[in-house]
């Protein structure tokens, strides 16, 4: 498994490829920018290796303790953190929640001491129009966590493979399930002769 160090190296590396490809494709700087800057922050701080004590966790500074339920729910390189789409999506959907329960406490609070008017429903509507109104800008954002978090993920799978194909061969590029030794039977009776 590569260091931390190799992963910043690949993610600092590669991010003058993804942002040319996507500007190549889209033709739009603003695209652009949220691709490039989701992948540089899910390359650095939003990867894979936040289900252990890693220089990504480290990197949190003293907020690092909100990644320390997730840690302790996951098996780490599991397919629910390092898994193509679903390690993404999950790991939006933790901090997603920790960012909401934090926003209705500080809102809640702000009502109560500076007689704020708002109700609930019209924070929701407006929450959810910024969704709809900028899905675009979501997707573009997301796909780039994914692309940092992936480059990490396959670094990972691959410099495993490669430690394992100098250990065992093309063999150990195989999955495991599939290679089958066979077991020599021998029989226990012997012939004797009349």
Avoid at 46 to 60: A, C, E, H, M, N
């Amino acid at each position: 498994m590569p260091s931390g160090r190799t992963h910043d190296r690949i993610t600092m590396y590669t991010l003058p490829f993804v942002a040319g490809v996507t500007f190549w494709q889209t033709h739009s700087s603003n695209v652009t920018l949220l691709v490039a800057g989701g992948f540089l922050f899910g390359g650095l701080m939003f990867g894979p290796d936040l289900d252990i004590y890693s220089v990504q966790f480290q990197r949190w500074g003293f907020l690092r303790w909100i990644w320390l339920p997730y840690q302790k729910s996951l098996r780490h390189r599991s397919f629910l953190s390092h898994g193509p789409i679903i390690g993404t999506i999950l790991r939006v959907i933790y901090l997603g929640c920790l960012l909401a329960i934090l926003a209705i406490f500080v809102l809640t609070i702000a009502q109560k001491l500076w007689n704020l008017s708002f109700t609930w429903q019209d924070l929701g509507g407006t929450v959810w129009r910024s969704l709809v109104d900028y899905d675009t800008e979501y997707i573009a954002l997301f796909l780039g966590l994914e692309l940092g978090a992936m480059s990490h993920s396959l670094c990972d799978w691959g410099g495993s493979a490669y430690k394992r194909f100098q250990k065992q061969g093309v063999r150990g590029l195989l999955p495991s399930g599939k290679i089958k030794k066979r077991k020599v039977r021998r029989s226990g009776r012997t012939k004797t002769k009349n």
